[in-house]
């Protein structure tokens, strides 16, 4: 049993005055049933519907009206009806249409209970099968661990006092760093975390990553439309993972015949799995930042453990002194990447990059952040901050004075010039600190 920091979510949610059944969205195998089965320890009495199963999709099949179904749901689980504090969890609702409909009537009939639905291909099957209670739900998304997460499971309670103490202390460096290439290397799945944690065999470790890529395959038949479909969503699958964090094609993807309209079908369906995210560049230095949808995305994954594991990488991570150096880059970017999204409790957030595309002068930052109205440069980089000639072009056209660079050297504080006489202070995050950027926005973004 790990905890969640998404956890903190659900307490709120716990005490809204208008509260409304929750949709946890997530992949398969982040967590979600483990994560609500924990925080039922918040109420008197909990009531499990797991909808793979029969004999529970049963009761939302047969019911006649909202009141009977209620009935049921009590009468069968053995509850007591008159237990006001009681969470009712709906698990894999979307194996049910039948229970997604009913969810608007707890809102506006039962608005006293605690009403909180998981499904992992849930969104994959809206305007397919379900019709949606727009407007009668509200939702929160699960990702995989943050660093801070598995610092947490792994009882690392020095290093993770270390890591939330502004400035992080410089005798903590070299102790977290060895940390965080581990957590880059296996990644923020909870079953490979408890592999990690009780078995530390690689091996196994592996062979539970390829399970998990099987299953997500075998998935595919719940939400393809038709067999070439399938065979599309299949290859996706099969070959993404090469290219995390590249800025990628539709047409002939993966060096395959199929066409730009059938592969971008392909992907936006498993976006909505959350297997994967594309992530679109804004050409903008202003508020707001709209992302050019013609523009080539890069490659988001579910999980950088399962980008090395896949494509067996983790030996060149494992012996490569500097993380930004490995697999050209793209590691040290996507695990930055994956730590942003995962302080991210909407299912709606995406990453965004900036890029000019000017002939001989190209440029590009790898993440844009909107912090408080304030656009943050945030760039994943090796070396000294003197030569990163994209984040000084962005720079010279932005309002903003902060920048923020992740790399593997230790914290610090720099003052950069632009050609112009413009300064900008520059934060320069050990990558270790990627899941508490906020706290270091909100101390030195004034």
């Not at 799945?189 to 009780?198: D, F, G, N």
């Not at 390829?210 to 067999?227: P, T």
């Not at 993440?367 to 440069?377: C, E, L, M, S």
């Not at 660079?405 to 720099?414: A, D, M, Q, V």
Request: hydrophobic letters at 40%; one cysteine or more.
């Amino acid at each position: 049993m790990f905890n969640r920091e998404i956890t903190s979510e659900l307490k709120v949610w716990k005490i809204k005055a208008n509260r409304k059944p929750l949709i946890l969205r997530g992949a398969r195998q982040v967590g979600k049933t483990t994560l609500i089965k924990q925080f039922s320890e918040n109420f008197n009495q909990f009531i499990y519907l797991n909808l793979e199963l029969e004999e529970d999709r049963r009761i939302f099949q047969n019911a006649a009206s909202f009141n009977e179904l209620i009935e049921a749901i009590y009468f069968i689980k053995n509850a007591s009806i008159s237990e006001k504090n009681t969470l009712i969890f709906i698990d894999e609702i979307q194996n049910s249409p039948a229970a997604v409909k009913y969810l608007r009537y707890f809102y506006e009939n039962k608005p006293e209970l605690y009403i909180i639905a998981a499904g992992s291909l849930l969104e994959s099957l809206i305007n397919k099968e379900i019709s949606f209670p727009v407007g009668r739900v509200e939702y929160l998304a699960l990702r995989p661990f943050s660093f801070t997460e598995f610092l947490e499971a792994g009882n690392f309670n020095a290093e993770l006092e270390a890591i939330k103490t502004i400035p992080v202390p410089a005798f903590a460096h070299e102790r977290l760093m060895s940390l965080f290439k581990k957590y880059t290397i296996i990644g923020g799945m909870p079953e490979i975390i408890k592999l990690l944690m009780e078995t530390n065999d690689i091996t196994e470790i592996k062979k539970t990553v390829n399970n998990l890529l099987i299953a997500y395959k075998e998935d595919v038949e719940k939400y393809a439309r038709n067999e070439n479909q399938s065979r599309i969503i299949r290859f996706i699958i099969d070959n993404a993972f090469r290219f995390a964090s590249e800025r990628i094609t539709f047409n002939h993807f993966g060096a395959s015949n199929y066409k730009s309209r059938e592969v971008s079908e392909a992907f936006r369906i498993l976006e909505k799995t959350m297997l994967l995210s594309l992530v679109y560049p804004t050409i903008s230095t202003k508020l707001p930042l709209s992302r050019n949808l013609k523009m080539s995305p890069k490659l988001q994954l579910l999980d950088t453990g399962m980008v090395n594991l896949i494509s067996g990488i983790e030996k060149e991570i494992l012996l490569e002194k500097d993380l930004t150096d490995t697999y050209r880059g793209k590691i040290a970017e996507h695990i930055v990447g994956q730590e942003l999204l995962a302080k991210e409790y909407s299912p709606e957030a995406s990453l965004i990059f900036w890029v000019r595309e000017k002939k001989q002068s190209d440029a590009e930052i790898d993440f844009i952040k909107n912090y408080n109205g304030k656009i943050i440069p945030i760039e994943v980089k090796s070396g000294s901050s003197g030569k990163m000639r994209s984040l000084k072009i962005f720079m010279n056209s932005a309002k903003g004075d902060l920048a923020v660079r992740f790399y593997s050297g230790k914290f610090e504080i720099t003052e950069e010039s632009l050609s112009d006489g413009k300064k900008f202070k520059l934060l320069n995050m050990p990558l270790y600190l990627t899941s508490v950027l906020n706290d270091y926005l909100y101390h030195y973004c004034k």
